[in-house]
C-alpha cells in the first residue's frame, strides 16, 4: 500500500485529470494559427504551405505598394486622432462619475458610455452607413471626419475603463491637501490629480489606439472612396487572390498591437502597485 | 441650552442648505464634464440607432435608400415572403435558415469555447501566483490583436492547399484535401479560435476567487474528482461560466468578418444578411429591420447576464 502511494504523483486537491492537457491544446491553439501566418510572411516562395526560405520580399513588396503606404496613413491618422479624443473625453468622464455618491442620472451615464460595447458592431455600422448617408447627402463633405467620429465613439469605453479604475484607487486625500494649502481647484486638478491619473489615461489611450487601428466592420460601412484603412484594404485584398505580401501587412499589425498591449500591461501593473 | 437652540437650528438649515447648493453644483459640474463623452456617443452611436428604426418603417428606394413614406413592409420581409406569381404569402424560409443558422453556430461556438476555456481557466486560476499573471497575459495578447488577421490565419491553416491539409496529406492520411473553408463548421471553428479569450477571462475572474477549502472537505468526505468537479466547483464558478458564455454567444451573433472570410458567399450569417440589404438587396428597411431583430435578441442575452449577475452578487454577500 505504502509502495502503491509512492509511485504515484502526491495528492493534489486542486487537480483535475486532463485539464493541463486541454490548457496546453489551447495556447497551441491560440498561438499556432499567428505563429505560421508569421513564419510565412518570411517565406521567399509565393506558397504559403511550402517553405522556400528566409526573405524580405513581401515586406519589400508591401513597402513598395502605394495602396498600403496610403492605408497605413489613413489607419495612423484615424488611430492617433480617434485615441486622443476618446482618451480626452473619457478623462472627463470618469472624473465625473467616480470618487462620489451616487447621483441622480449616473447610473445612466455609465450605461452610455459602455453602450458601444453592448451593441453589435454590423449594427452599429449600418445604422452610421445610414445616418452619414443622411449627412453627406446634405453637406456634400466626405472626409475623414466621419470616420475619426465614429472610431472615437467605439473607443471611448475602452479609453474610460482603465481610466476610471485608476480613479476609484485614488481618495480624495491628496486633493484636500493641495485645496487646505491653497490651490485653486484647477491647481489641484493640474499638480495633483492629472499626474497621478497619467497612467492610466496612457493605458486608456493605447487601448483605444489599438481598437480603432484594428477596426474592420464600421471602417467598412463608414468609408467613403479612397479612403481604405489596413484592415478594410486586406478584407478588399481577400476577396482576390491572396499574397503573402498580406501575412507580411499582418505581421508588421500584429507586432504594433502586442508591443502596445504590453505597454499597456506594464503601465496598469504599475498603477496598481502605486 | 434653552436659548441656544433658536440659533444652532438656524446655522443648521442654513449649512444644510448650503451642503444642498453645493451638492447641487457638484452633480451639474459632473454632468458638464460627462458631456463631451455623451455627446459623440449619441452623436455616432445611439442617435443612429434611433434613426435606423425610423428607417425600419419606410419604404425601399429603387436603388438602395429610402422614400419617406411610412411602411411595414421592411418589417414584414424579416419574417415572410410574398410570391411573386401568385401572391402567395408564406414564411420568409431564407431568412429563417440563416436566423437558425446564426442562432446554432453561435450555440455550438459557446459550447466549444466553454469545453476549452474551462480547463484552461481552471489551469491558469490552480498556478503559482508568480506564475498567473504570465498565462493571463499569454490569453489576453490575442484578445487584442486584429480579429481580421486572426480569422486570415486560421483560413490559412484550414484551406484545401493550407497547412492542415499539406500535413495530413504528407502523413498520407488522406489522399485529396477535405474540405473545410466554406462549411459552417469552419464558421464555427474561426468564431470558437476568435472569440476563445472572451470565455476563459470571466472563467478565470471567478475561479480565481474559489475556495479551496471547500474542495478540500469534498476529498475529506470521499467524493471522487468528478463528483468534486461537478457537485462543488461548476456551481460555484457557474456565474463565470454564464458570463463567458454571454461574452461568447452576443459577438458571434453578430459576427460578420468571420462568416463572411471562412462560410464563403453561400454560408450567410445574419451580419452577413444585413450587409447584403445595404449592398446587392437594395433594400435598406429590411436590412434596418434585421439590424433591429440582431439588437433585441443580443438585448434579451446582456438582460439574462445582468439579472444572473445581480442574483449571483447578492447571494455572495449574503
Same mark, same amino acid.
Given at each position: 500500500?505504502?509502495?502503491?502511494?509512492?509511485?504515484?504523483?502526491?495528492?493534489?486537491?486542486?487537480?483535475?485529470?486532463?485539464?493541463?492537457?486541454?490548457?496546453?491544446?489551447?495556447?497551441?491553439?491560440?498561438?499556432?494559427?499567428?505563429?505560421?501566418?508569421?513564419?510565412?510572411?518570411?517565406?521567399?516562395?509565393?506558397?504559403?504551405?511550402?517553405?522556400?526560405?528566409?526573405?524580405?520580399?513581401?515586406?519589400?513588396?508591401?513597402?513598395?505598394?502605394? =495602396?498600403?503606404?496610403?492605408?497605413?496613413?489613413?489607419?495612423?491618422?484615424? !488611430?492617433?486622432?480617434?485615441?486622443?479624443?476618446?482618451?480626452?473625453?473619457?478623462?472627463?468622464?470618469?472624473?465625473?462619475?467616480?470618487?462620489?455618491?451616487?447621483?441622480?442620472?449616473?447610473?445612466?451615464?455609465?450605461?452610455?458610455?459602455?453602450?458601444?460595447?453592448?451593441?453589435?458592431?454590423?449594427?452599429?455600422?449600418?445604422?452610421?452607413?445610414?445616418?452619414?448617408?443622411?449627412?453627406?447627402?446634405?453637406?456634400?463633405?466626405?472626409?475623414?471626419?466621419?470616420?475619426?467620429?465614429?472610431?472615437?465613439?467605439?473607443?471611448?469605453?475602452?479609453?474610460?475603463?482603465?481610466?476610471?479604475?485608476?480613479?476609484?484607487?485614488?481618495?480624495?486625500?491628496?486633493?484636500?491637501?493641495?485645496?487646505?494649502?491653497?490651490?485653486?481647484?484647477?491647481?489641484?486638478?493640474?499638480?495633483?490629480?492629472?499626474?497621478?491619473?497619467?497612467?492610466?489615461?496612457?493605458?486608456?489611450?493605447?487601448?483605444?489606439?489599438?481598437?480603432?487601428?484594428?477596426?474592420?466592420?464600421?471602417?467598412?460601412?463608414?468609408?467613403?472612396?479612397? =479612403?481604405?484603412?489596413?484592415?478594410?484594404?486586406?478584407?478588399? =485584398?481577400?476577396?482576390?487572390?491572396?499574397?503573402?505580401?498580406?501575412?507580411?501587412?499582418?505581421?508588421?499589425?500584429? !507586432?504594433?498591437?502586442?508591443?502596445?498591449?504590453?505597454?499597456?500591461?506594464?503601465?496598469?501593473?504599475?498603477?496598481?502597485? !502605486? | 441650552?434653552?436659548?441656544?437652540?433658536?440659533?444652532?437650528?438656524?446655522?443648521?438649515?442654513?449649512?444644510?442648505?448650503?451642503?444642498?447648493?453645493?451638492?447641487?453644483?457638484?452633480?451639474? /459640474?459632473?454632468?458638464?464634464?460627462?458631456?463631451?463623452?455623451?455627446?459623440?456617443?449619441?452623436?455616432?452611436?445611439?442617435?443612429?440607432?434611433?434613426?435606423?428604426?425610423?428607417?425600419?418603417?419606410?419604404?425601399?428606394?429603387?436603388?438602395?435608400?429610402? @422614400?419617406?413614406?411610412?411602411?411595414?413592409?421592411?418589417?414584414?420581409?424579416?419574417?415572410?415572403?410574398?410570391?411573386?406569381?401568385?401572391?402567395?404569402?408564406?414564411?420568409?424560409?431564407?431568412?429563417?435558415?440563416?436566423?437558425?443558422?446564426?442562432?446554432?453556430?453561435?450555440?455550438?461556438?459557446?459550447?466549444?469555447?466553454?469545453?476549452?476555456?474551462?480547463?484552461?481557466?481552471?489551469? @491558469?486560476?490552480?498556478?503559482?501566483?508568480?506564475?498567473?499573471?504570465?498565462?493571463?497575459?499569454?490569453?489576453?495578447?490575442?484578445?487584442?490583436? /486584429?480579429?481580421? @488577421?486572426?480569422?486570415?490565419?486560421?483560413?490559412?491553416?484550414?484551406? /484545401?492547399?493550407?497547412?492542415? /491539409?499539406?500535413?495530413?496529406?504528407?502523413?498520407?492520411?488522406?489522399?485529396?484535401?477535405?474540405?473545410?473553408?466554406?462549411?459552417?463548421?469552419?464558421?464555427?471553428?474561426?468564431?470558437?479560435?476568435?472569440? +476563445?479569450?472572451?470565455?476563459?477571462?470571466?472563467?478565470?475572474?471567478?475561479?480565481?476567487?474559489?475556495?479551496? *477549502?471547500?474542495?478540500?472537505?469534498?476529498?475529506?468526505?470521499?467524493?471522487?474528482?468528478?463528483?468534486?468537479?461537478?457537485?462543488?466547483? @461548476?456551481?460555484?464558478?457557474?456565474?463565470?461560466?454564464?458570463?463567458?458564455?454571454? +461574452?461568447?454567444?452576443?459577438?458571434?451573433?453578430?459576427?460578420?468578418?468571420?462568416?463572411?472570410?471562412?462560410?464563403?458567399?453561400?454560408?450567410?450569417?445574419?451580419?452577413?444578411?444585413?450587409?447584403?440589404?445595404?449592398?446587392?438587396?437594395?433594400?435598406?428597411?429590411?436590412?434596418?429591420?434585421?439590424?433591429?431583430?440582431?439588437?433585441?435578441?443580443?438585448?434579451?442575452?446582456?438582460?439574462?447576464?445582468? *439579472?444572473?449577475?445581480?442574483?449571483?452578487?447578492?447571494?455572495?454577500?449574503?
Amino acid at each position: 500500500m505504502a509502495d502503491d502511494v509512492a509511485g504515484k504523483r502526491p495528492f493534489s486537491i486542486k487537480r483535475q485529470p486532463g485539464f493541463g492537457f486541454i490548457a496546453a491544446c489551447c495556447f497551441v491553439m491560440l498561438y499556432a494559427p499567428i505563429l505560421i501566418l508569421v513564419a510565412y510572411s518570411f517565406n521567399a516562395g509565393s506558397s504559403i504551405a511550402i517553405w522556400e526560405g528566409f526573405s524580405w520580399r513581401w515586406y519589400e513588396a508591401a513597402w513598395q505598394n502605394r =495602396q498600403v503606404i496610403d492605408a497605413s496613413v489613413t489607419s495612423l491618422k484615424i !488611430a492617433v486622432s480617434a485615441a486622443a479624443i476618446a482618451s480626452c473625453v473619457a478623462t472627463m468622464a470618469a472624473l465625473a462619475t467616480t470618487r462620489t455618491e451616487p447621483y441622480r442620472g449616473m447610473t445612466a451615464i455609465y450605461a452610455a458610455i459602455n453602450q458601444p460595447l453592448m451593441v453589435p458592431e454590423i449594427v452599429t455600422a449600418v445604422a452610421l452607413l445610414i445616418f452619414f448617408a443622411i449627412i453627406k447627402v446634405n453637406t456634400g463633405y466626405q472626409g475623414l471626419a466621419y470616420l475619426i467620429a465614429a472610431h472615437s465613439a467605439f473607443c471611448i469605453p475602452f479609453a474610460y475603463l482603465p481610466i476610471r479604475a485608476r480613479l476609484e484607487n485614488m481618495d480624495l486625500s491628496l486633493e484636500r491637501a493641495a485645496a487646505d494649502l491653497y490651490a485653486s481647484p484647477w491647481q489641484a486638478f493640474r499638480y495633483v490629480t492629472l499626474p497621478l491619473m497619467l497612467p492610466g489615461i496612457m493605458a486608456g489611450a493605447m487601448l483605444a489606439f489599438v481598437i480603432s487601428l484594428d477596426d474592420v466592420v464600421i471602417t467598412e460601412f463608414v468609408k467613403s472612396g479612397g =479612403q481604405d484603412t489596413l484592415p478594410t484594404y486586406m478584407l478588399g =485584398q481577400l476577396r482576390r487572390i491572396i499574397s503573402p505580401e498580406i501575412n507580411a501587412i499582418s505581421t508588421v499589425l500584429l !507586432a504594433i498591437s502586442v508591443a502596445v498591449v504590453s505597454v499597456f500591461f506594464v503601465l496598469s501593473r504599475k498603477g496598481g502597485k !502605486a | 441650552m434653552s436659548d441656544a437652540p433658536a440659533t444652532g437650528t438656524q446655522s443648521i438649515t442654513s449649512g444644510a442648505q448650503a451642503g444642498v447648493a453645493a451638492r447641487r453644483n457638484d452633480v451639474r /459640474n459632473r454632468w458638464l464634464l460627462a458631456s463631451p463623452a455623451l455627446t459623440i456617443i449619441v452623436f455616432a452611436a445611439l442617435g443612429p440607432l434611433l434613426i435606423m428604426l425610423v428607417y425600419s418603417f419606410l419604404q425601399k428606394g429603387l436603388y438602395g435608400g429610402v @422614400i419617406w413614406k411610412f411602411s411595414t413592409q421592411g418589417w414584414f420581409d424579416v419574417f415572410f415572403h410574398k410570391d411573386i406569381f401568385d401572391d402567395t404569402v408564406g414564411f420568409a424560409d431564407a431568412h429563417l435558415s440563416i436566423f437558425w443558422r446564426s442562432i446554432r453556430l453561435s450555440f455550438a461556438t459557446t459550447i466549444l469555447t466553454l469545453l476549452i476555456g474551462f480547463p484552461t481557466a481552471y489551469f @491558469i486560476a490552480t498556478k503559482s501566483e508568480k506564475w498567473r499573471p504570465v498565462f493571463l497575459f499569454l490569453v489576453t495578447i490575442p484578445f487584442w490583436t /486584429n480579429l481580421l @488577421i486572426r480569422t486570415f490565419a486560421i483560413m490559412e491553416l484550414i484551406k /484545401n492547399e493550407g497547412v492542415v /491539409n499539406s500535413v495530413l496529406q504528407w502523413a498520407g492520411l488522406i489522399t485529396s484535401p477535405i474540405q473545410i473553408m466554406f462549411t459552417d463548421f469552419a464558421i464555427m471553428l474561426g468564431m470558437a479560435y476568435v472569440y +476563445l479569450p472572451l470565455m476563459v477571462l470571466p472563467l478565470y475572474a471567478s475561479m480565481e476567487r474559489l475556495d479551496f *477549502r471547500l474542495v478540500e472537505a469534498g476529498y475529506d468526505l470521499y467524493a471522487t474528482r468528478w463528483q468534486v468537479l461537478r457537485k462543488i466547483i @461548476i456551481p460555484l464558478v457557474k456565474p463565470g461560466m454564464i458570463a463567458g458564455s454571454i +461574452l461568447v454567444f452576443v459577438p458571434s451573433l453578430g459576427a460578420y468578418v468571420t462568416p463572411r472570410i471562412l462560410g464563403g458567399g453561400k454560408n450567410l450569417m445574419l451580419g452577413n444578411l444585413i450587409e447584403l440589404q445595404f449592398g446587392q438587396g437594395r433594400n435598406w428597411p429590411l436590412g434596418a429591420a434585421l439590424s433591429i431583430t440582431l439588437l433585441v435578441i443580443v438585448m434579451v442575452a446582456l438582460l439574462f447576464y445582468v *439579472r444572473n449577475a445581480s442574483r449571483s452578487g447578492v447571494k455572495s454577500h449574503g
